[in-house]
């Protein structure tokens, strides 16, 4: 099956002319997936829904959500099919996001059956999840019997009346309930996540890391992104890297976490340790060039940036070309087109997002559709 990217915006497209199908070469097949830059890829984030519990002013609107279609939503095995061929090509870690994952009905089945998959090692690969928290009590015992590995909360305040203006929901304490959970658990490291906004809650940065403290969590600053559905993103309200870093200066010693090698966060410990923060500057000191991640749409979209304009679809790879759940014969065929599709996606990856480059155009979609 040829990997034909599908372009959803107008920026610079990725150079078909670099994708290269599998079987082009003898032994693609078990090759980690390595990009025209070198960099090799062994993470993997899927997007279970694009619902969520909340409605945060920079990721979507409080009403009018065009939701994506029910149809087109992956199913557990469908999920399954892709992780396990992603395994066998080196990807070690698998991210569950949303949306908010919770939702899902099946949240635990895809736990259970991610968990079991194995490298090509045959080490155990990695399952963290991202969510809000909100039904974490409910679900953690069973997620962690299930093979969960780590938590990231996200957390933008501490203050009641500001989580409901900046969410339009009054579930901060379902929220805070949540990370009581996550702390009782033993699931560590534990990360809280927080996006820094200018006049919102840059007020709030140093009370929300000695929060993360109290509750034996890193904080993780991000500064904010162009991925809000309504496209009203603005760099002048963005809190840069250095004025978090000049905050909580005024506050702790920072001292560099060396060793960052492909992870988002640059760390800093605090005080001389043992507790540290971390920094996602996505804007101000993008971190490309160490990339190893790929992404998956609910709707079954692989994205090699989470910028990119062009996503490469997997449905015909999974579903054929009724786009319905084919049948369980043919499953070498199916392995093989998604491969190509995984193979294929990852040549198309530019040096970096461009975010700084006049020609940067925002993606069509938020990122409660991409996939955090």
């Known amino acids: 099956m040829a990997a034909i990217p599908v372009t959803i915006g107008a920026r610079r497209p990725e150079p078909l002319a670099s994708v290269a199908l599998l079987g082009d070469e ?3 097949s078990g090759r ?3 990009d025209t830059h070198g960099r090799v890829h062994r993470d993997l984030r899927i997007s279970l829904t694009d619902r969520c519990s909340l409605r945060c002013t920079y990721c979507m609107p409080e009403q009018g959500n065009e939701w994506l279609a029910k149809s087109s939503i992956l199913g557990t095995d469908e999920i399954v ?8 090509a080196g990807v070690t870690t698998f991210r569950l996001t949303g949306g908010e994952p919770l939702l899902r009905t099946d949240i635990v089945d895809v736990v259970r059956r991610i968990a079991q998959l194995r490298t090509p090692d045959g080490e155990p690969v990695h399952v963290a999840m991202t ?32 989580f409901r203006e900046l969410t339009r929901r009054d579930r ?22 927080a996006v820094a906004m200018r006049d919102v809650n840059d007020d709030e940065l140093i009370d929300l890391v000695a929060f993360a403290i109290e509750h034996d969590a890193q904080l993780r600053f991000i500064e904010q992104m162009p991925l809000d559905a309504g496209h009203t993103w603005d760099r002048a309200r963005m809190v840069t890297r250095a004025e978090i870093l000049e905050t909580l200066s005024a506050r702790w010693e920072l001292t560099p976490v060396p060793g960052r090698g492909g992870a988002p966060a640059e760390r800093w410990q605090l005080d001389d340790g043992p507790h540290t923060v971390g920094v996602i500057a996505s804007v101000t ?16 979209q692989l994205r090699n940036c989470l910028f990119s304009t062009t996503e490469y679809d997997l449905l015909p790879a999974l579903r054929g070309p009724g786009l319905a759940a084919p049948p369980a014969s043919g499953e070498g065929a199916r392995d093989a087109a998604i491969e190509t599709m995984l193979r294929s996606c990852v040549l198309g990856k530019l040096p970096g997002h461009a975010i700084n480059d006049p020609s940067f155009l925002q993606p069509a979609r938020g990122m409660n559709a991409i996939g955090g």
């Open 172 to 193: 901060l304490d379902d929220v805070l309930e949540g990370i009581a959970a996550a702390q009782r658990s033993g699931l560590r490291p534990l990360k809280i996540n």
């Open 285 to 300: 000191a993008p971190f490309c060039g160490d990339c190893d991640r790929l992404r998956l749409t609910a709707d079954g």
């Open 26 to 28: 003898p032994g693609d």
């Open 131 to 162: 969510t809000n928290g909100i039904r974490l009590p409910d679900f953690l015992p069973d997620l962690q019997a299930a093979g969960l590995g780590r938590l990231n909360i996200s957390l933008d305040t501490i203050r009641r009346d500001r």
């Open 81 to 88: 099919h892709v992780a396990r061929v992603a395994a066998a």
């Open 32 to 34: 980690p997936l390595v």
